[in-house]
């Protein structure tokens, strides 16, 4: 048992930060809250010296498996190799202070199993298995002169299915495999080949075959999106989680609200692969589709923002831009207001992974993931995008992984 003493506690169900907060846990969850001292003949005291206790961090969009920017060279690497990789990845997001992230393409049951074991310290994961793609794809990663079949091992991010019969199995195929959720790539992308930005994909039926499918699973379909008329219609086929978003316009934003969507804003990947994309190996034709979305990113924001539409966080980083995960609290402060990216990043990220009680809070029965901040996020939330600089403590299912308290 752990007792965590003197800490101010940010809340981000109440908005407020709450100094003289004391919090009891046992084994790997929160057992006791309290703005009074908690007694504990077992329990190890830690003084956090009125430092700032958060939930961890919930990054609801990233590639733990994209060791690499050119997802081509990925899809081939040999699995043992994409394994290992992948588990670095996670670690360093965890020194960040995102104890949970959610995979939105390539991660398996079988990395969080490993993670389960304690074969390696990283994020929790929540997963979708292979994203799907039709042929010619966001997730179709072959080139105009490139006939062999999709590679189909670890880092391999997506799998390609055409037609309603094909979506449902693969789908089932999927969940069977452990996937959390299904993820759909529904509009054109930066990183495939041959695919424009303004590209449709998947005809309205297949995106409701997938939506059924998912929801028979009890679960929801995440889709990749940039343009307003592939937002619409993801909308209207019963997409609940809308990626991305850069160009979606007020009335489809009201739209999305009103139907119940998240939309998951990833604004800090378009300016890695600007600055250092090319540079990275991101093909040519890759690169000359990047300022389609990037320049429109804050617009979105403010969009979804004024629409009602809730936004969790996320940021789609790949290869060696991974490290710049926390640049998105910076980016968005910009135009959203501290408290609605923190809540973006524990309780409406909690909401999205259908987790909500468990992660994101700080509460009773809720796993004890929790970050220690040097500063005030409630004040300037640009500190967290300082990452584990700022994060002198970090606790993860009742465990220090990192205790630097001096």
Not at 169 to 178: D, I, V
Not at 296 to 303: F, I, N, P, V, W
Not at 314 to 333: C, K, P
Request: hydrophobic content about 45%.
């Amino acid at each position: 048992m752990i007792l965590l003493e003197n800490a101010t506690f940010l809340d981000p169900v109440s908005g407020e930060a709450r100094p003289g907060t004391h919090v009891l846990i046992e084994g790997d969850t929160v057992r006791e809250v309290s703005d009074r001292p908690l007694s504990s003949a077992s329990a190890e005291r830690v003084d956090l010296g009125g430092r700032t206790l958060m939930p961890g961090l919930i990054d609801c969009h990233v590639h733990v498996v994209a060791a690499i920017v050119n997802l081509s060279q990925q899809a081939v690497l040999p699995d043992a190799l994409v394994a290992f990789r992948a588990a670095g990845i996670m670690r360093d997001m965890l020194m960040r202070g995102f104890t949970t992230v959610r995979d939105l393409a390539g991660a398996t049951h079988a990395l969080r199993v490993a993670w389960e074991e304690g074969l390696y310290t990283g994020s929790r994961l929540n997963i979708c298995g292979k994203a799907l793609s039709q042929t010619n794809g966001h997730g179709d990663g072959r080139g105009r002169y490139d006939t062999r079949h999709q590679p189909r091992g670890l880092g391999a991010l997506c799998r390609v299915a055409d037609g309603v019969d094909a979506v449902r199995r693969a789908c089932r195929e999927e969940l069977r495999h452990g996937a959390d959720y299904i993820k759909v790539m529904a509009n054109g992308g930066v990183a495939s080949p041959t695919d424009p930005i303004a590209y449709l994909q998947y005809s309205e039926a297949e995106l409701r075959a997938i939506v059924e499918e998912a929801e028979m699973a009890k679960t929801y379909v995440a889709a990749h999106l940039y343009t307003d008329e592939a937002i619409a219609r993801a909308v209207r086929c019963g997409v609940l989680s809308l990626e991305h978003c850069n160009l979606i316009q007020p009335e489809t934003a009201k739209a999305a609200a009103k139907a119940g969507c998240i939309a998951v804003p990833t604004l800090v990947t378009y300016q890695a692969l600007k600055e250092e994309g090319a540079s990275l190996g991101l093909p040519p034709e890759s690169v000359a589709k990047i300022d389609d979305v990037r320049l429109a990113g804050l617009r979105s924001l403010e969009t979804m923002r004024d629409a009602g539409l809730t936004m969790a966080f996320g940021t789609d980083l790949l290869g060696a831009m991974h490290r710049r995960q926390s640049e998105e609290f910076s980016i968005r402060a910009e135009v959203l207001s501290p408290l609605e990216i923190i809540r973006s990043a524990t309780t409406v990220a909690a909401r999205l992974l259908r987790m909500e009680g468990k992660i994101g809070v700080i509460a009773p029965g809720a796993w004890a993931d929790m970050i220690v901040v040097d500063g005030d996020p409630l004040k300037d939330v640009r500190i967290l995008a300082r990452g584990g600089e700022v994060l002198p403590a970090l606790i993860q299912a009742g465990r220090f992984v990192k205790r630097e308290l001096h």
